[in-house]
């Protein structure tokens, strides 16, 4: 099972006549059980492109190809693809387990096996205590989770998740991270899941995309894209934090990643001032004139404080200042 996305274009038109390329081009694969993360800034065309895989959202040009056949005419109904939004629309008058189990018997499955399938499916995402009651008595995550189980049930052939996790606490976030994959694993199905959380993205991506207008800019393995991002824009996008741009020298921008920035007293770098302190847990984001740095919290200077960053060659990264393109 896989789903194919070649040169997908969508143009929106607003109410004024004004235009947006919401796909410009796009040509993605998600193969048989990979799990592919979209990542990109917000209105960089995510919603809009698994909006065209689950057939909810007409092509201007390019085709969807789910399991090797040609889907871009096929009503949404007949994809066999499930999508789960950020927001889970839950039928107000069922109870949890009729909602997980509604499509199934729409279907014509029989009660018994329907009943057995949810129970099944609830026990994997751990809501059985939860199949009894109403969704106005459920907690934004925990409705979030009967929609997950409702997507799953159908043994979808491609799974499509719209920020499932955004309104998940972080520790039940973290857990539900777990039993996503698990139950793509299990199902084997492709999953195609957009989300804004970097950290969301490096963890359970098999790969990543990464968009901006309309655009997938990279595709590759998470550690890929982290270690050697395609361009500028993508080195801003991906990562834990947005790398450092330095202004551009004989047209090339060095970059270079927060994490790998050191904060001295003394010594030879760039010298600066420290204009902000910002407590993350163990460590701090300290921003020396341009330049970010992630440095551990024992280690954290004063804002105002004279200091001098550096860096090893090493993890210096290059680009192309014109064109933002990797040297
Ligand atoms: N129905 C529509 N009519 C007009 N413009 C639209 C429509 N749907 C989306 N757009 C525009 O298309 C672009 C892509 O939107 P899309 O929702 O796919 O982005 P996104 O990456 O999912 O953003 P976000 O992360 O904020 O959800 C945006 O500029 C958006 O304003």
Redesign the pocket.
Known sequence: MSVVVEGARKE???RRGAR?M?LDGVDLEAKPGELLVIV??????????LRVIAGLEPLDAGRVLIDDRDVTGVPAGRRDVALVFQEAALFPHLGVAANIGIGERARGTRRRDVESRVREVARVLDIEPLLTRMPTELSGGERQRVALARAMIRSPRVCLLDEPLASVDTELRLRMRGEIRAVQRSLGVPMVH?T?DQVEAMAMGDRVAV?AQ?RVLQCDIPAEVYARPATTAVARTFGPLPMNLLPAVDGVVTGVRPERVRVNRSGAGRAGTVAAVEPAGEECLVRVDDVLARVPMADAPHPGEQVVVTWRPEDEHHFDAETGARR
């Open positions: 929106f038109r607003a947006v919401a990109g800034p917000s209105g960089s065309g995510k919603s809009t492109l957009v804004h968009m309309g």
